[in-house]
């Protein structure tokens, strides 16, 4: 009997050295949450980005909230927010003129091929087209930092004909004075020309 309790004691000292073990490591390991940081939630297996922690409810850059959240989720490796990224630019930039988020430049995003690619920088958490033919030298920044780049609306077509013309000046005319009338000096030009 007196070697049972011996073991129960070595089996005692046995798990609480490992979780002692354990603890150092979780300590010097474990990740740190907080806002601007990638993690995957473990039930959707979702990338997303958390834009605040209050408590026991994190939010997320998408709207999302999650409520005790501790245990159900991991940081994010860089290829999954590339991915996540990539998926999300796809559908919001391809044939699209944007403003650049670095130097303010215009650019029009091509799909991805020889000439095209994306790619994520995980330090300064921005996301990048990597451009063989970019005029400026530079590869258009596209996400930084939970920003996406504007997408520039296409101009407007000038009005053809007099009808349009008039149209068009009567709608501008009509934020400066409510009574919707072109001005005397407009209508004359006007009728200088055909219908």
Not at 7 to 17: N, P
Not at 104 to 128: C, L, M, P
Not at 170 to 184: R, S, W
Request: hydrophobic share 30%; charged share 35%; with cysteine.
């Amino acid at each position: 009997m007196e070697e049972f309790k011996n073991m129960d004691k070595l089996k005692d000292d046995f798990f609480e050295a490992i979780e002692i073990i354990c603890k150092d490591y979780e300590s010097k390991h474990k990740p740190e949450f907080k806002a601007g940081r990638w993690i995957v939630t473990a039930s959707c297996n979702e990338v997303k980005r958390i834009k605040e922690i209050n408590g026991d409810i994190i939010k997320y850059d998408d709207g999302c909230t999650h409520t005790n959240w501790k245990g159900f989720i991991r940081p994010a490796t860089p290829a999954e927010i590339e991915s996540h990224l990539k998926k999300i630019c796809d559908k919001k930039y391809i044939g699209k003129k944007v403003r650049d988020l670095h130097y303010g430049n215009n650019a029009t995003i091509v799909k991805e091929d020889d000439n095209h690619s994306w790619f994520y920088v995980s330090d300064g958490d921005r996301f990048i087209v990597a451009s063989n033919d970019w005029i400026t030298g530079s590869n258009p920044c596209v996400y930084e930092k939970g920003r996406f780049a504007e997408i520039i609306p296409d101009k407007k077509k000038l009005p053809k004909g007099k009808d349009e013309c008039k149209n068009f000046l009567l709608g501008f005319v009509g934020f400066i004075n409510y009574d919707y009338e072109l001005p005397t000096h407009i209508r004359d030009f006007l009728d200088q020309y055909e219908d």
